[in-house]
């Protein structure tokens, strides 16, 4: 049996046949882990998660979930299909696209309805995330009525709901207020401690920084450029220099105006 | 935090399904998947006509004039031979371009079926010209006669019939030649500046770019939908289920492209915009593109004495 619950086996990717998302990625999530995926905007991490929650089918290489492989043919039987989709949950970086229901209740209902639950069940657990998310006033509100950080949490909820043994956050924190950021980072944690394997693609370093992951570089060629702990990694000047997280930046200290190698985890490094 | 975390949550209960089979693809599956092929298609016509073939370096201007001369040139002949000519010599511009001469003749030989040959053929039957038969197909026991329509007793093709026939499946091949080699080989927004030349308003070409950007982002919009509902999604769904969804999300981008449209007009107004829309001149015709336009000039009358 192996340890990992996903595995990445060379996956490459393109988009249209035409233009390279992800060239020749390899590696490991085990079961209860913080991973992060980081990498430029267009180097590929959002279609790489989309590829690990077998949303879309890799031009090349393969995807395991717990050994089994996760192919377009195997997600056609329905015992493995409901497997799947019940043990790795998908949330979204643009929370619009995942709220398609009428109300923030339906979208609650919709995963574990979907699993089979009875709707007394269905309806325990969509109140028990209501109030743990803090949006129980929202149940009825359609999901265009909802503020952004609104719709993160329900979109979340939405996935919650299924409790997932995999959870696949795509930029959790992007456009959200600090706020909603803390809560959210909170919320990782606390489900990572519940047992859920985490995995994250971002570029945001101070929440790699926050959540002391295990981190996959991605290039802007697409490739894997290393992984390690979230410690090495964000040591790395060269590295992030060189996959373009961090940059040269001029700004000024009184009247003092200065360069320096600038990242946005750790406010300012000199 | 921890304490919040309802009991479910720390339970890996997940179900195992006892459904067996397999789950086939949904018309919705099918739908998007043509949704996805649109957006490819789009980026494939910029890929393609960023080539360096002989008529992608043309400027968009030459490229749409040559376009709407030839095809009054199609029109306006009324022999099968000049017609084929020209089809030869378009056909031969498009290999000189170095496009992709497979799809090229696929796609055109694909509409000149259908809107040509199909539509037509049944007008070289002596029903409707009449003449001499030269394919007779069967025979009734008498003929009909009936208003102003007389049915006679063999029917067939006839030789004006198939002349006719021919003559009309060259046009519309003819003319389906000409539109892809310049759609093969001038970007789509390029065309539509090119309009100018015809005094086609600003603000319609505006329009017209904008609608053509957005339907790729919108479309992108609906493929992404599609994969948050199939991330959530443990078997195929009910053509009912599929319906409403897709009434759902109609709503939902109706509402979104109200909104895109309101934001955009702030955008222009943010950029000065006041009801008048300029958008930016062409780039110089250089001497090759007068040289070429004189020579597709030269082949167009040639044609059209032929």
Redesign the interface.
């Given at each position: 049996m192996t340890k990992n619950v996903l595995s990445v086996e060379e996956v490459s990717y393109l988009?249209?046949?035409?233009?390279p998302a992800l060239s020749g990625i390899s590696f490991g999530v085990t079961a209860g882990e913080r991973f992060a995926v980081i990498g430029a905007n267009g180097s590929g991490k959002s279609t790489l998660l989309?590829i690990m929650?077998g949303?879309?089918a890799p031009t090349e290489g393969r995807i395991l979930f717990r050994g089994q492989p996760v192919t377009e043919k195997t997600?056609?039987?329905?015992?493995f299909?409901?497997?799947f989709?019940?043990?790795v949950?998908?949330v979204?970086q643009?929370s619009?696209?995942?709220l398609?229901?009428?109300t923030v209740l339906d979208e609650l209902l919709?995963?574990p309805l979907?699993?089979?639950?009875s709707e007394s069940d269905a309806t325990a657990?969509a109140h028990?995330?209501m109030?743990?998310l803090d949006i129980e006033d929202l149940r009825d509100r359609p999901s265009?009525m909802l503020s952004g950080g609104e719709k993160k949490r329900v979109a979340l909820g939405?996935?919650?709901t299924?409790?997932?043994?995999v959870l696949l956050l795509d930029e959790p924190t992007g456009g959200l207020d600090p706020r909603t950021q803390c809560f959210l980072v909170?919320?990782i944690?606390?489900?990572n401690?519940?047992?859920?394997t985490i995995i994250i693609a971002t570029h945001d370093l101070a929440l790699v920084d926050e959540l002391q992951s295990r981190v996959a570089v991605i290039s802007e060629d697409h490739r894997l450029e290393k992984t390690g702990g979230a410690e090495d990694i964000l040591k790395d000047n060269e590295l992030l220099l060189k996959v373009n997280l961090i940059h040269e930046h001029m700004h000024a200290h009184g009247t003092v105006v200065h360069k320096h190698l600038h990242s946005h985890y750790l406010f300012h490094r000199h | 935090m921890r304490r919040t975390i309802p009991p479910f949550l720390l339970q890996n209960d997940a179900p195992t399904s006892a459904a067996t089979g397999s789950v086939s693809n949904s018309f919705l599956e099918k739908g998007i998947r043509q949704i996805a092929s649109v957006i490819g298609t789009g980026y494939a016509q910029w890929e393609i006509a960023s080539g360096e073939g002989l008529f992608h370096r043309l400027n968009a201007r030459i490229k749409v004039l040559f376009l709407l001369a030839f095809i009054i040139v199609v029109s306006l002949k009324k022999q099968v031979l000049p017609e084929a000519a020209i089809g030869c010599f378009v056909i031969g511009l498009a290999a000189l371009s170095k496009i992709d001469m497979i799809s090229y003749l696929k796609k055109v030989a694909f509409f000149a079926f259908f809107f040509g040959l199909l539509i037509a053929l049944p007008a070289g039957l002596n029903i409707i010209t009449p003449g001499e038969v030269i394919l007779p197909l069967f025979g009734l026991r008498e003929a009909h006669t009936f208003w102003i329509y007389r049915i006679p007793q063999e029917i067939g093709f006839t030789r004006g019939g198939l002349t006719a026939v021919t003559l009309l499946t060259l046009r519309v091949m003819n003319s389906i030649a000409l539109s892809f080699l310049v759609l093969y080989t001038t970007a789509f927004p390029e065309i539509i500046r090119a309009l100018k030349v015809f005094r086609v308003p600003d603000f319609f070409l505006v329009t017209l770019n904008l609608t053509y950007k957005y339907i790729f982002l919108f479309a992108k919009t609906v493929e992404q939908m599609y994969l948050a509902k199939k991330g959530r999604l443990m078997a195929a769904e009910s053509a009912a289920e599929g319906r409403r969804w897709i009434v759902g999300r109609m709503a939902f981008i109706f509402r979104k492209t109200q909104l895109r449209c309101e934001d955009l007009f702030k955008a222009m107004q943010a950029r000065g915009f006041a009801d008048e829309v300029k958008i930016h001149g062409f780039t110089p015709l250089t001497a090759g593109d007068w040289f070429a336009g004189a020579l597709l000039a030269a082949a167009g009358v040639s044609f059209l004495m032929l």
């Open positions: 988009y249209y046949d035409r233009i989309q929650a949303l879309i997600l056609r039987d329905k015992s299909l409901t497997h989709r019940s043990h949950g998908y979204f643009d619009d696209v995942q398609f229901c009428p919709y995963g979907q699993l089979g639950l657990r028990e995330i109030a743990m265009y939405s996935v919650l299924m409790n997932p043994e909170e919320l944690f606390a489900l401690e519940a047992g859920k | -």
